[in-house]
């Protein structure tokens, strides 16, 4: 705790914060959502796994009693020891809570109701997962799996087209070796690039994938009437801060000067459908040159619902394999339109590439424990020296999501005009790592903005201009760098 910054946290007890419906609705019903999974599970064995059974039910008692504490404002216990490092961790921070004042009298265990919200929102999926990893047949059961899987084949329609176009960018590249065809003044081809690059990023931010008209076979020309497009315009009229022009600038300076390793590390948010745009952002940078090497950093237990497991990787990759099986099978008793030929073979196209660069070391997984801890990352010098340092080799570290964001600055009450580089702390300025936080907003915490825009937008959200209630559902989003390689 005494690493994080020095500004008040946000604490479940703050009526004007978006921890208070989090705990007392948010959180129970995601622990019911997973009681219900088990139900299903159970109700699914097979005769010969019987067995499982037994251990099944504890596991729903002791989730029904973990969200029963939550609901009626019970203390939180320190976690049972499932053999890894980091339930010291946890346990070392509940008992330091409980000495000091700073969720209730000093000498009293923190309250459901009265804690700081990062801690206890980890603290909540943490037990969890002890819950299941103490057990013996329910060790690696990811209670999260069936929502993931559901979200990436309902999500079909975009995956397609997206296939589709990223077919056309990478079989371009590979016969004229150009991003763009016919394009050759330097100017003309950074332009070109740096829009693409942008129109890439923000599918990936935004985890969907709208206003794909960029990419594709274009002219020079084209490119210059679209970037004062209306589709541009509506693309980005949402994001508060957006320097992904400066992120272009870094990569693509590093690929002119010849630099034989390029590294770009994504630090994960969702499986499913974000995971797939993830890797169109990856296969993209790496076919452009913008990168040679893409590290992958997944989460190593269940999540925050939907982050990526390894496994969450696998069976992506599993399902774009054989297409046909995954999106033609029968979802709540419909029978979904079979997949064209063309269709398929843009899926396996993808996941050929793909397979191709993770086989041959450039999409490369590196999961961490640390990821699942606790506190903020303003903690990762202390507690994780050697992730630290290896980050400082990167060209680009990309934050992911509003969790990574969350952590990066502490989850703190800032200022909201406070520079990122002052908000990472130790991420932050002469750190010797680049920070890019791609964040769709689902929380109160925000920096970097303009002078008078978080006014202006608590104004226009209705009621209660004293929470900060725009940021709380991902309708607005930034897009920030820090360069800590810069003095």
């Given amino acids: 705790m005494d690493l994080d910054p020095p500004v008040p946290k946000y604490n479940n007890s703050d009526a004007l914060s978006f921890a208070y419906p989090s705990v007392r609705d948010r959180w129970p019903a995601i622990i019911t959502q997973i009681i219900d999974d088990v139900h299903r599970t159970i109700s699914e064995l097979p005769s010969e796994h019987n067995d499982r059974i037994p251990e099944g039910k504890t596991i729903l008692s002791s989730l029904a009693a973990l969200k029963y504490e939550m609901q009626h404002n019970r203390t939180l216990t320190p976690l049972d020891d499932d053999g890894y490092d980091d339930i010291k961790l946890y346990n070392d921070e509940l008992q330091a809570r409980t000495e000091a004042d700073l969720d209730g009298p000093a000498g009293e265990a923190p309250k ?4 700081e919200w990062l801690f206890s929102e980890c603290y909540m999926y943490r037990r969890i997962y002890t819950i299941f990893s103490r057990s013996t047949m329910w060790k690696d059961y990811d209670y999260f799996s069936r929502q993931k899987i559901s979200t990436f084949r309902s999500s079909r329609p975009a995956v397609l087209e997206l296939c589709a176009k990223y077919k056309e960018i990478i079989t371009n590249i590979r016969k004229t070796d150009e991003v763009v065809p016919d394009v050759h003044d330097p100017k003309q081809i950074a332009d070109a690039e740096r829009l693409l690059f942008t129109e890439m990023a923000e599918i990936c931010l935004w985890g969907n994938a709208t206003d794909l008209s960029l990419l ?8 210059q009437k679209l970037q004062g497009s209306n589709a541009r315009k509506e693309s980005e009229k949402n994001i508060l801060v957006n320097d992904l022009s400066k992120a272009f600038e870094i990569l693509n300076g590093a690929k002119q000067a010849k630099k034989e390793t390029r590294r770009v590390d994504i630090v994960l948010d969702n499986a499913g459908f974000e995971l797939f745009v993830d890797l169109v952002l990856a296969g993209y940078l790496l076919a452009t040159g913008l990168a040679t090497e893409i590290v992958l950093h997944p989460k190593s237990l269940p999540w925050f619902v939907s982050d990526v497991l390894p496994t969450d990787f696998s069976a992506l990759l599993n ?17 979904p339109v079979p997949l064209a030929e063309d269709e398929a073979s843009n899926i396996k196209f993808l996941f050929e590439h793909w397979s191709s660069l993770h086989s041959d070391g450039q999409i490369v997984l590196r999961p961490n424990r640390f990821w699942t801890n606790a506190g903020s990352f303003w903690r990762m010098p202390k507690v994780a020296p050697e992730l630290f340092e290896d980050l400082k080799e990167s060209e680009l ?23 990122l580089e002052e908000a990472a ?8 790592t680049r920070v890019l936080a791609l964040r769709t907003c689902k929380g109160d915490t925000v920096v970097g903005l303009p002078k008078g825009k978080d006014e202006e937008l608590r104004q226009e959200q209705g009621g209660q201009p004293e929470a900060r209630k725009w940021a709380w559902k991902g309708k607005w989003a930034v897009v920030e760098l820090s360069d800590g390689k810069t003095a």
């Avoid at 774009?320 to 419909?334: L, N, W």
């Fill in 216 to 223: 594709t076979n274009m002219t020079y020309e084209d490119i």
């Fill in 397 to 419: 570290v990309v934050f992911k999501g509003d969790l990574n964001y969350r952590k990066v600055i502490g989850d703190a009450a800032w200022d909201p005009t406070t520079p």
């Fill in 112 to 115: 459901w109701h009265n804690v």
């Fill in 425 to 432: 702390g130790p991420l932050g300025k002469s750190s010797g």
């Fill in 319 to 335: 399902a774009m394999q054989d297409p046909k099986s995954f999106y033609e099978v029968e979802v709540d008793e419909k029978a």
